[in-house]
Nanobody, 121 residues
Framework: QVHLVESGGGLVQAGDSLRLSCTAS????????IGWFRQAPGKERMFVGC???????YYADSMEGRFTISRDNAKMPVYLQIHTLKPEDTAVYYC???????????????WGQGTQVTVSS
């Protein structure tokens, strides 16, 4: 129902900041949320945070304040700002849409293809 595309990934150095973007098109839900997930090589996909249609934000505790989710005034795109990047942040970052705010990937009904973030030391 919703087509999502991530952009903004690339090769960066530790300590840098990076902003990822997520754009969505197609049918949406009245109370949908946009979530960000990441999957490191050989690891399970994990929740980063999400933003609700009313612009409330929620983050995984493990993000330790280095991640900020926001959106433009027009609701799209949704951004994921990553501060003080670390090599451990290397992963494919996905955005996804859910009818309600959630922290589990099974709650999200539509997914983007992901954008690769590689952090060198």
């Amino acid at each position: 129902q919703v087509h999502l595309v991530e952009s903004g990934g690339g090769l960066v150095q530790a300590g840098d900041s990076l902003r990822l973007s997520c754009t969505a098109s197609g049918r949406t839900f009245s109370n949908y949320a946009i979530g960000w997930f990441r999957q490191a090589p050989g690891k399970e996909r994990m929740f980063v945070g999400c933003i609700t249609w009313s612009d409330g934000t929620y983050y995984a505790d493990s993000m330790e304040g280095r991640f900020t989710i926001s959106r433009d005034n027009a609701k799209m795109p949704v951004y994921l700002q990553i501060h003080t990047l670390k090599p451990e942040d290397t992963a494919v970052y996905y955005c996804a849409a859910a009818p309600w705010a959630g922290r589990r990937e099974e709650e999200y009904t539509d997914w983007g293809q992901g954008t690769q973030v590689t952090v060198s030391s």
